[in-house]
């Protein structure tokens, strides 16, 4: 059963700590993405990961870190300094341009999302 | 199930009728397209999707059009349903391997 993972569904969190969202895919994509999303406006790009052991920061990349040590796996850290992290997380993958089928051209796929609520 | 947008734009359609979604988008580099779906709670689900080198592209009840001299998009849903209610986002990209850029949204509630 092929696809992407977030976990958890829900997460809490006081105020100052530091708190890690897990994202899988085996869908054997090369580029991963985390998106943040607020009521009322759309999916801000958080940070972006083309191949492994590389990453680029996207508009709202401030108070948030990365890694990307193997191909199925991109977690993301919201850090303390990070001041208004309740929101929505939404991660992607997409395959590389031209191996993406033939109907679709460069599709991201999207978890199922986790909701961190900061107390 | 939560939210995923308080203040969006909202269109209302009676249950068979057609909707029509519009989007403008930013870039005129872009050269790809895409519409999704969001249901409360849940993650973005792919609709259908259009190259810059074309203007409309059909799939299952849903139409793209693409009016690149306006940078102007549109999805047409034919004989909408109570199944699509739900956030519908566009999204543009330029070519390569660079992420997708999102518009606001649109929340769509068919009345039965």
């Known amino acids: 059963d092929g696809g992407i993972t977030q976990s958890p569904k829900y997460l809490f969190r006081k105020e100052g700590q530091n708190v890690t969202l897990s994202c899988e895919q085996n869908?054997?994509?090369?580029?991963m993405y985390w998106y943040r999303q607020d009521p009322g406006q759309g999916l801000r790009l958080i940070y972006y990961s083309q191949i492994v052991n590389d990453f680029q920061k996207g508009d709202i990349a401030e108070g948030y870190s990365v890694s990307r040590e193997k191909k199925e796996s991109f977690p993301l850290t919201v850090t303390s300094a990070q001041k208004n992290p309740t929101a929505f997380y939404l991660c992607?993958?997409?395959?590389?341009?031209?191996?993406?089928?033939?109907?679709?051209?460069?599709?991201?796929?999207f978890g199922p999302g986790t909701r961190l609520t900061v107390l | 199930g939560e939210s995923v947008g308080l203040h969006l734009p909202t269109l209302s359609v009676q249950e068979g009728d057609n909707s029509i979604i519009n989007c403008a988008y930013s870039?005129?580099?872009?050269?790809?397209f895409i519409w999704y779906k969001q249901e409360s709670g849940k993650g973005p689900q792919f609709i259908i999707d259009?190259?810059?080198?074309?203007d409309k592209r059909q799939g299952q009840r849903v139409t793209v059009l693409l009016n690149k001299t306006v940078k102007h998009l549109s999805l047409q849903i034919a004989a909408t349903q109570p199944g699509d209610s739900a956030v519908y986002f566009c999204a543009e990209k330029l070519s390569g391997n660079t992420p997708l850029v999102f518009g606001k949204g649109t929340r769509l509630s068919v009345i039965a």
């Open positions: 259009i190259r810059s080198n074309m």
């Open positions: 992607a993958s997409s395959p590389p341009p031209g191996l993406a089928g033939l109907n679709s051209y460069n599709e991201q796929f």
């Open positions: 869908l054997n994509h090369d580029a």
């Open positions: 870039n005129s580099a872009s050269d790809y």
